[in-house]
């Protein structure tokens, strides 16, 4: 089967660096996404990842390693707004153009 | 932002009614996806569209049906609502690279 792990919950700091990690068991597939999603809110769209390596968009980074089977979304200088769940997500090679979610990591960013 | 709204965004009912739930894009896009969201669940893929009148089933499409007669507009219809489906359900879109999924706002179900 086709699966996207990652933590259930990760604590941290304001302004502090944090984290998240999505291994996979997959096939083969297009890219890695990371989404951010506010209680109550809809998941928005934050990096992808076509490539192995780091991408930066600003105070976010997402980076992947195919060989590893591995992919981690790597938040600076945190603030009390970034306190939300971080869903990675692949689209297999398989045709179907099913996304495949993680179980996602609620973040909590304590003052 | 993707131009993806959802209607209605609340809703009550009583089990055994129908309830249709529509998704419009102002994007072109042609991929569409409906999902729902459940404490503990994360992202259910129930059914998606890869274009006009062209559909397919996701992990839990049991008791759901969708229509998409037009790009822009994709209905996700639930023939008798039954209390498990009381939930959170997203509209998705896919990106223009066809590798990343915008989503609308959602539509908050409830089923008594």
């Known amino acids: 089967g086709q699966s996207l792990e990652q933590p259930s919950e990760v604590t941290a700091v304001e302004g502090a660096i944090v984290q998240i990690n999505c291994t996979y068991q997959t096939s083969g597939f297009y890219g890695l996404s990371w989404y951010q999603q506010h209680d109550g809110g809809a998941p928005t769209f934050l990096s992808y990842n076509a490539l192995d390596g780091l991408e930066e968009t600003g105070r976010f980074s997402s980076f992947l390693s195919r060989s590893d089977s591995y992919g981690y979304l790597l938040l600076q200088e945190l603030q009390m707004k970034d306190s939300a769940s971080y869903f990675c997500a692949v689209l297999p090679l398989s045709g179907t153009y099913k996304y495949i979610f993680g179980t996602g990591t609620r973040l909590k960013v304590l003052a | 932002d993707a131009g993806i709204t959802q209607s209605p965004r609340h809703k009550v009912t009583e089990t055994g009614t129908p309830v249709t739930l529509r998704c419009h894009q102002t994007e072109n896009h042609r991929y569409m996806y409906w999902y729902r969201q459940d404490p503990g669940h994360g992202l259910r893929l129930i059914h998606y569209?890869?274009?006009?009148?062209?559909?397919d089933k996701g992990e839990v499409s049991d008791g759901y049906s969708v229509s998409r007669s037009k790009t822009e507009d994709f209905l996700l219809t639930l023939e008798s609502a039954t209390s498990s489906q009381t939930s959170v359900y997203f509209c998705?879109?896919?990106?223009?690279?066809?590798?990343?999924?915008?989503f609308g706002p959602g539509t908050r179900l409830l089923v008594l």
């Open positions: 998705a879109i896919s990106g223009r690279d066809g590798e990343t999924q915008y």
């Open positions: 569209s890869y274009g006009v009148k062209d559909t």
